[in-house]
């Protein structure tokens, strides 16, 4: 059984799929405990979630009739191992994109090729930089992303550092997006502007710009 905080359907408002419908899958609880964390209603071990099965997941899934799917958290790769790998192979054989938001405290080596996974590398100002695992870096491949979500000037030059050192934006896609209120994004695009950093993105959490920025299930 599954630990799940919520289910939804919204647009993603974030990583390769930005824009596009999705059913949300938010499993409950976390590992990491980032400072700007905007999910502390299902980070908590003690925070509230519901039993549900894999068979509970895909009906509801299927009478969405949403076809890209998101799990996130909380830390979904915290969920049973085999309980996430059988979920992940029946989406993937029906059809379904799957996508998993994850935080880079977690190994993603044994996900299915076919999964887009989106991995944060947390930065300075999350306070959760040495949790960091760097061997999953090895494993984002072109269909995968890797996010920095910044902070300050410190964050920004940690990211330069870490897509050198990695040749990142030639393995996998790069996200930079700003932890909400704390960075303009102008910031970030005047940052890559000075430094020529190619093959970015810059991006912004759409649904906080959409909806009430604390607005739960959207
Ligand atoms: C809530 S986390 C859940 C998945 C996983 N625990 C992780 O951290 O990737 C989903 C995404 O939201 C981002 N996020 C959380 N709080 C944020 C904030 N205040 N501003 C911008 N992004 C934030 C995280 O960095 C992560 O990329
Ligand atoms: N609309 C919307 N898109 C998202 N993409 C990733 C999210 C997440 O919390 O992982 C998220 C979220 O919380 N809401
Ligand atoms: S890893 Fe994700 S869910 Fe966990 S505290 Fe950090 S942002 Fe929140
Ligand atoms: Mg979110």
Redesign the pocket.
């Known amino acids: 059984m599954f630990k799940v905080n919520e289910t939804f359907v ?6 390769p799929h930005a824009g596009q419908l ?1 059913f ?1 899958v ?1 499993f409950q609880g976390c590992n990491l405990n980032c400072s700007y964390c ?2 502390d209603y299902a980070r908590s071990l003690n925070s509230e979630y519901i039993e549900k099965s894999t068979h509970d997941l895909v009906s509801e899934i299927e009478q969405s009739g949403v076809n890209s799917i ?1 799990l ?2 909380g830390e979904p790769l915290l969920q049973d191992k085999d309980s996430l790998s059988f979920l992940i192979t029946t989406l993937l054989d029906k059809g379904y994109n799957v996508d998993i ?1 994850t935080n880079g405290a977690v190994d993603i080596k044994w996900i299915d090729n076919d999964v887009n996974i989106i991995m944060d590398y947390k930065l300075p100002s999350s306070n959760m930089e040495s949790d960091m695992l760097i061997a999953n870096i090895k494993s984002l491949q072109k269909n995968d992303a890797i996010k920095f979500v910044c902070g300050n000037d410190k964050d920004l030059n940690k990211v330069l550092e870490i897509i050198d050192k990695y040749n990142l934006n030639k393995k996998t896609q790069v996200f930079l997006s700003p932890v909400f209120g704390m960075l303009e994004p102008s910031q970030i695009v005047e940052f890559i502007k000075e430094n020529n950093t190619n093959d970015v993105k810059v991006q912004l ?3 906080k710009i959409i909806w009430d920025p604390d607005m739960r299930g ?1």
């Open positions: 919204s647009i993603n408002g974030e990583g999705a949300f938010r905007d999910t998101l996130t958290g938001e959490q759409l649904h959207v």
